[in-house]
């Protein structure tokens, strides 16, 4: 069974940034595309932005200009750069496959307060 270990989360100020790491493990990492997704309260988890095995990106409206995914695969780690946070970024973020899943993490709490 695949496992993903997220790290990052946080309190942030409106206009500051957080980063997000996602470790998988029990996969060939350095094959597989890779997502991260948000569930704010009372909401349904949403996609944010995906990489696929060879690099390339997509990002949801709201993630972009202001969000970055990236991998490094000698670590087993996508990664979630966000920018300019929004209030309306609070959510809990989770890492995932891109078009598969497995059993989703813990997340991270990201919370946009001022």
């Known amino acids: 069974q695949v496992q993903l270990v997220e790290s990052g989360g946080g309190l942030v100020q409106p206009g500051g940034s957080l980063r997000h790491s996602c470790t998988a493990s029990?996969?060939?990492?350095?094959?597989?595309?890779m997502g991260w997704y948000r569930q704010a309260p009372g909401k349904q988890r949403e996609l944010v932005a995906t990489?696929?095995?060879?690099?390339?990106?997509n990002y949801a409206d709201f993630a972009k200009g202001r969000f970055t995914i990236s991998r490094d695969n000698a670590k087993n780690t996508v990664y979630l750069q966000m920018n300019s946070l929004k209030p309306e970024d609070t959510a809990v973020y989770y890492c995932?496959?891109?078009?598969?899943?497995?059993?989703w993490g813990q997340g991270t709490q990201v919370t946009v307060s001022s």
């Open positions: 995932n496959g891109d078009t598969w899943k497995t059993n």
């Open positions: 029990r996969i060939i990492f350095s094959l597989t595309g």
């Open positions: 990489i696929t095995s060879g690099g390339n990106t």
